[in-house]
């Protein structure tokens, strides 16, 4: 992704630093490497450990990307009337070709903050000032179900907008790009669980995040619960991606602690299942070594310093860049096994992404070792008991790792144990029997149930 953001001299952030390590004398096998192997070792120690993206005067950032296009930077949320007439150029196939005199947008909202802040306010005013006509569906609080895409597909059908604009977090943006889609290819959101495809392109959606956490802008599927079926499943397409995003962090800033660590754990699960997805290719490794990059040294410091801006847009650009390298290769277990549980239990998603991580990445040491052995060089680096140790082999740092995890996730008040989330162990076989899908199925181990009963028992 090449954006347009200036070298920008480095000052203090108030933000703990990743500090180098000094490297480890050579070993004995490392003095019989070829000098291109050597080379080889030394580019990736060098990566290592240095976020490709630095920035410490977040205010003045701003960048944008052609295709789907995105706008980065502080307030770009009311620039929406601009996304909004770029997507009428008549050369893009998103609107039919008939002309519109007045641009209608449905704002899908959820019962947050955006209200409150004055954010939503001052959207709706920009979209008034530039003769965009606009009406808002809110969908309540709850995580995203088919009846909430159902009343608004509905909405949509009866208002005729010409556009689908999501303002929330991932349940919004959820509901918003299903609504997108269904309100173009016709039925219910259920049928599109039982496997109807998106045969035409949906209304054009334009996505506005307003947590740093779940990547959906990004991605091509909603997640979407549905109570008579007794399941919680994607529907998907490339015809419901977003054809713009607009990350504004300062939308961010009014995200209540927990739900910034409940989000923020989730964008670091994803990141670190992405980097160790069975799928991984080196142009989605760059995107989720760049997440851990940016949201591991922030997770803590952004929970107990909300207003801090820098902070705030280092979590989105790291959510983010989460999104796009799962979008590309999948997750792994730990969304396979919250799918079930986040069904069964209203708890939310972070919450049990974080409960899970360490186990599961005992679970999958022996398969992707190498791969945690890097995330665990660059976590270990953070003011952590649990350090990286040169001097271990790789089985050994990949469960270090583990507890590494643990350390970060309890710094912002993550439950480590099932148990303390408040699962049965009578639900667990239900839980084993549900766990299945895409995450599973990219997960570097390929799981039993029996495999699964035994995580599940160690997690407790």
Not at 102 to 121: C, F, H, Y
Not at 297 to 302: C, D, G, K
Not at 347 to 373: D, F, M, R
Not at 388 to 408: H, Q, T, Y
Request: charged share 25%; proline share 6%.
């Amino acid at each position: 992704m090449n954006s347009e953001t200036p070298d920008l001299p480095e000052e203090e952030s108030g933000l703990e630093q990743i500090q180098e390590k000094e490297a480890p004398k050579p070993t004995e096998t490392q003095e019989k490497l070829s000098e291109d192997e050597k080379k080889q070792i030394e580019m990736e120690e060098d990566f290592i450990g240095k976020p490709l993206i630095v920035h410490t005067e977040w205010q003045d950032v701003h960048f944008s990307f052609p295709a789907p296009k995105i706008r980065f930077g502080k307030g770009v949320s009311r620039d929406l009337p601009h996304a909004i007439f770029e997507l009428l150029d008549p050369m893009l196939p998103y609107i039919h070709k008939a002309d519109i005199a007045q641009p209608k947008a449905m704002i899908v909202i959820g019962e947050s903050s955006i209200k409150t802040s004055g954010a939503l306010d001052g959207i709706l005013e920009a979209c008034k000032n530039n003769a965009i006509e606009t009406m808002v569906y809110s969908i309540g609080k709850g995580e995203a179900n088919v009846d909430m895409v159902d009343e608004g597909v509905q909405l949509a059908l009866d208002e005729k907008p010409h556009y689908i604009v999501g303002i929330g977090g991932g349940s919004v943006l959820d509901v918003a790009k299903a609504i997108a889609g269904i309100a173009r290819n016709g039925g219910l959101a259920e049928e599109y669980h039982e496997g109807k495809p998106f045969e035409v392109p949906g209304l054009p959606f334009i996505a506005i995040p307003t947590t740093a956490g779940t990547g959906s802008e990004i991605t091509n599927n909603a997640v979407l619960i549905d109570k008579t079926q007794n399941f919680k499943k994607s529907i998907r397409g490339n015809q419901i991606i977003a054809k713009y995003i607009l990350l504004d962090p300062e939308l961010t800033l009014s995200c209540p602690p927990d739900v910034t660590a409940h989000s923020g754990v989730d964008a670091l699960v994803q990141a670190i299942e992405a980097y160790t997805s069975r799928k991984s290719h080196p142009i989605a490794d760059i995107y989720a070594m760049q997440a851990i990059m940016l949201i591991a040294p922030n997770l803590r410091y952004v929970v107990e310093h909300g207003q801090d801006y820098a902070a705030r847009s280092e979590m989105m650009l790291g959510s983010f860049f989460a999104g796009v390298a799962f979008s590309n290769v999948g997750l792994g277990l730990v969304h396979g096994l919250a799918h079930p549980i986040g069904y069964k239990y209203d708890i939310p998603h972070g919450k049990i992404c974080g409960a899970l991580l360490p186990w599961v990445i005992e679970y999958n040491t022996e398969k992707s070792a190498q791969k945690y052995v890097k995330i665990a060089r660059v976590i270990g680096q953070l003011d952590l008991f649990t350090k990286f140790e040169p001097e271990c082999n790789d089985s050994e740092n990949g469960r270090r790792l583990a507890g590494m995890i643990k350390e970060v996730f309890s710094q912002v008040q993550i439950p480590l144990r099932l148990q303390d989330l408040g699962i049965l162990k009578e639900d667990f076989d239900w839980i084993a029997e549900n766990t299945k899908g895409g995450s599973v199925n990219t997960n570097p181990r390929i799981p039993t149930k029996e495999d699964l009963l035994d995580l599940l028992e160690k997690a407790w």
